[in-house]
């Protein structure tokens, strides 16, 4: 059974997702799609890799509930998530904030492809420089001998 | 006694994978011929020993033989025969060994099919094979054994995860293994290359048609992951950023830069280090992402460390046949020597821009993935790593690969001229300005990211289609002329000119369905009507269902449109009663390329049900794209430059001086 629990748990998590319930929305549609883009970004505690907006746990509904409680309050979208940070750790992020933790994770991509361009980079440059290496008096005679020769 | 044959036909070809992986390569090293061809026998002796074994497992199955551990975990005698046979790899046992029988499969068709490769890389390349599959029998035997027996058998069994059963679940494993597994091939390749201390153009193109099989396979196992996430998880979502989804996606990125490097080496006998690398990096990719998925580390950690013996052993395996690549890589990349030279503006620094964004791209999707994993293990510090990471640093590694990629087969090897190849590309660059303009005036201003979306979808379709419009001369000379041009030209031209059209299509479903998506969640009693765009959906009432292990309630709607009915849906809430696991199914009604959307959600005492109703515009068009790319592939494939026995051209006596 653990073994059956782990599989479902890796496959996706546990139960079919039914996010957003007709009761939890607002009535005020700026504040609605403020709350909505922020679900996106929040993740559900329990679940493998979904938003608090696409998973129908119970804490995926407490959390969208908290922070349409939070915004009804007027706060803005950041305080928003410093809170639910407070309460939950960086966990609940599913954007990591850029910390000395996260720098790697986030210079990874950038710092990367920067390489990758200086390496592709200096490959034509050394190949420039090869084939700009002209033959000397000496080798052209040869070669125009050798092509004389195949002819 | 059946099931036991099963077992011993394991036991066995993990015998002649020992044997197999041993003498041929004695042999190579000492240049015995009768060694060297031993190779072949073992490795279709092993295909056939580890397909008894699998036919084995399946007819535990169908026959329901609850004496059977792993029959009695993951069946039932109810279930439909369909599932019966799926639930076989529908588990971690079965699995590995699909797994294996895939992988000593293509191990026979190598064996089979290359008559005409060179008796000693044959030997290499099939001893290579032969080390992996002994590696994973081993693993199998030991520590994922399906055939292990149970005293006193159970009456009935525990029935399979509900979200397993299903036709597309049925068929995404073996795809999607197809694809990981034949990696290997490619991979295997480039170790005999490495010991064998030689390679050229010749080799690339022995190497591109598994490369490309392999990739088709990935591709379509992939989409049909999504379609599946997408019709069964009842959001309309279609992928997640999931680490296991990342697994399996990372060895497509590798596998698609591998493809692009090969036809370098191919025609110029350029990049001959870097794609030995990237076959070996795309089959690292491929056991890396067996190892994530199969030893439970991406739940948690600490769940990985309560029962590690799996994933340590296949942790093993992943560090002996990586390690042991990138070491003979580091030792022998040196003396493989340079090739062809090239400007950077030429078909060949086209193809090293792809390289470079693909590969970047692929290392992204590794970090975020095993980020989190790492940062726990070392610190204790528990983060996500989630879509929107993903969106803004994967997104814009897309954007200037996606721009570049109908220049690249305007572009002349050596030496090309981008200037021309732009003024070819006019017409498609004004197919995208058309489309923008026309976007303006319909729907006032969209986002103006969606409207760049929707022109790069159009540069990249007609951008592929330009390609084949310049080589026939379409409208320059006779329509006929241009059809005996057309049907001149190679197949992989014509493979590329899809599979590059492809791209245009998924991207435009992808685009157009984020866009252009509504979505209503609402509560309905029946006879309550919700309107959609045009069309307008009536909730009729409950019909009861049942079927195989599960029983449960559908909803009918009808839909219509100016008062004409033009479908009925009926989403269903199912119970899986042995689980005792409810689900939802979707009800999905395509219309055009575009499709509407229902799922409910909780039905309450009074009929009120809570339902969820989508519009995607051009949704379809994300996985057709993905069809269209496959399609591309495999007419490259069928190109007769790559047929398996075509042949191959004379050796170029002497190699191109390096520097």
């Known amino acids: ?151 | 006694m059946i099931v036991e044959i099963g077992h011993y036909a394991l036991v066995l070809a993990l015998a002649l994978a020992l044997a197999g992986g041993t003498l041929p390569f004695w042999g190579a090293l000492r240049g015995d011929v009768r060694l060297m061809a031993v190779a072949s026998t073992t490795a279709v002796a092993q295909f056939l020993l580890v397909a008894l074994s699998f036919a084995v497992l399946t007819y535990a199955y169908v026959v329901s033989d609850f004496s059977v551990q792993n029959v009695v975990e993951n069946s039932h005698s109810l279930k439909p025969l369909l599932y019966k046979v799926s639930g076989v790899w529908g588990n971690h046992e079965g699995s590995m060994l699909l797994w294996v029988l895939i992988l000593v499969l293509f191990g026979a068709l190598v064996a089979m099919f290359s008559e005409n490769l060179p008796l000693k890389l044959k030997a290499l390349v099939l001893s290579v094979q032969s080390w992996i599959s002994a590696a994973f029998l081993l693993f199998v035997l030991i520590a994922s054994n399906p055939f292990l027996r149970l005293d006193p058998a159970p009456l009935q069994g525990r029935d399979l995860n509900p979200l397993l059963q299903d036709v597309g679940l049925a068929i995404h494993p073996p795809l999607l293994y197809l694809g990981y597994v034949g990696c290997s091939i490619s991979f295997a390749f480039a170790i005999a290359a490495l010991i064998d201390g030689r390679i050229d153009a010749a080799w690339a193109r022995w190497v591109r048609p598994w490369t490309l099989t392999a990739w088709c396979f990935l591709t379509l196992g992939i989409a049909m992951g999504s379609y599946w996430a997408y019709y069964e998880l009842g959001w309309g979502g279609w992928w997640f950023w999931d680490p296991v989804e990342n697994a399996s996606f990372m060895p497509w990125l590798a596998a698609t830069a591998l493809l692009h490097s090969a036809i370098v080496m191919e025609k110029r006998e350029a990049l001959k280090i870097w794609t030995i690398l990237l076959a070996i990096l795309t089959f690292s990719l491929s056991l890396l992402g067996t190892f994530l998925v199969r030893s439970g580390v991406l739940t948690s950690v600490h769940a990985f460390a309560t029962d590690p013996t799996r994933g340590i052993f296949i942790l093993c395996i992943l560090c002996v046949f990586i390690g042991g690549a990138f070491s003979l890589f580091a030792a022998r990349a040196g003396s493989l020597g340079q090739g062809g030279l090239f400007a950077p503006i030429s078909r060949e620094g086209a193809l090293v821009l792809n390289n470079l964004l693909l590969t970047a791209a692929c290392a992204t999707v590794f970090v975020g993935t095993l980020y989190p994993l790492a940062l726990e293990a070392l610190t204790g510090e528990k983060i996500s790593v989630g879509a929107p990471f993903f969106d803004m640093t994967f997104g814009p590694m897309m954007v200037p690969l996606l721009i570049a990629v109908p220049f690249g087969p305007f572009l002349a090897w050596k030496r090309g001229d981008i200037v021309a190849a732009g003024q070819r590309l006019l017409f498609a660059f004004g197919a995208a300005m058309t489309v923008v303009v026309i976007g303006l005036a319909l729907m006032g201003t969209p986002s103006a990211l969606a409207l760049f979306g929707i022109a790069l979808a159009v540069w990249l379709m007609v951008g592929a289609l330009s390609e084949i419009g310049f080589r026939t001369k379409l409208g320059r000379v006779s329509l006929a002329e241009s059809w005996r041009r057309g049907a001149g030209l190679p197949r992989s031209a014509w493979g590329t000119t899809v599979a590059h059209f492809g791209i245009g299509v998924t991207v435009l479903g992808i685009i157009a369905s984020t866009a252009w998506n509504s979505e209503t969640i609402l509560t309905l009693k029946p006879g309550e009507t919700v309107t959609v765009g045009s069309r307008v959906l009536t909730m009729d009432g409950f019909v009861p269902i049942s079927g195989g292990t599960y029983t449960g309630t559908s909803v009918r709607f009808t839909v219509r449109e100016g008062g004409n009915v033009v479908a009925t849906m009926e989403p269903e809430k199912r119970l899986y009663s042995v689980q005792n696991m409810p689900t939802t199914e979707a009800a999905i009604k395509t219309f055009g390329f575009s499709q509407l959307y229902v799922s409910l959600g909780d039905i309450s005492a009074d009929g009120s049900t809570v339902v969820r109703v989508y519009w995607k515009t051009l949704v379809a068009l994300i996985w057709l794209g993905a069809l269209v790319m496959t399609a591309g592939g495999v007419l490259s494939l069928s190109d007769r430059r790559l047929r398996v026995g075509a042949p191959k051209p004379a050796r170029r006596s002497v190699p191109l001086p390096a520097e």
């Open chain 1, 1 to 151: 059974m653990r073994r059956l629990m782990l599989m479902l748990g890796l496959i996706l998590s546990a139960l079919p997702a039914f996010a957003v319930q007709p009761g939890e929305i607002l009535k005020d549609p700026a504040l609605e799609a403020r709350a909505r883009a922020l679900s996106v970004e929040l993740r559900c505690l329990v679940c493998q890799s979904q938003s608090i907006d696409d998973s129908d746990a119970t804490i995926a509904h407490d959390l969208r509930v908290l922070v349409r409680e939070r915004l009804q309050a007027g706060d803005s979208d950041e305080a928003v998530k410093a809170f639910l940070v407070d309460r939950y750790g960086e966990y609940v992020l599913l954007r990591p904030r850029l910390t000395w933790h996260t720098i790697v994770l986030w210079g990874a991509p950038p710092a990367l492809l920067l390489v990758g361009g200086v390496l592709a980079f200096g490959l034509f440059r050394r190949r420039r420089a090869t084939a700009a290496t002209e033959l000397t008096q000496d080798e052209q005679a040869r070669v125009e001998a050798l092509l004389a020769r195949e002819e």
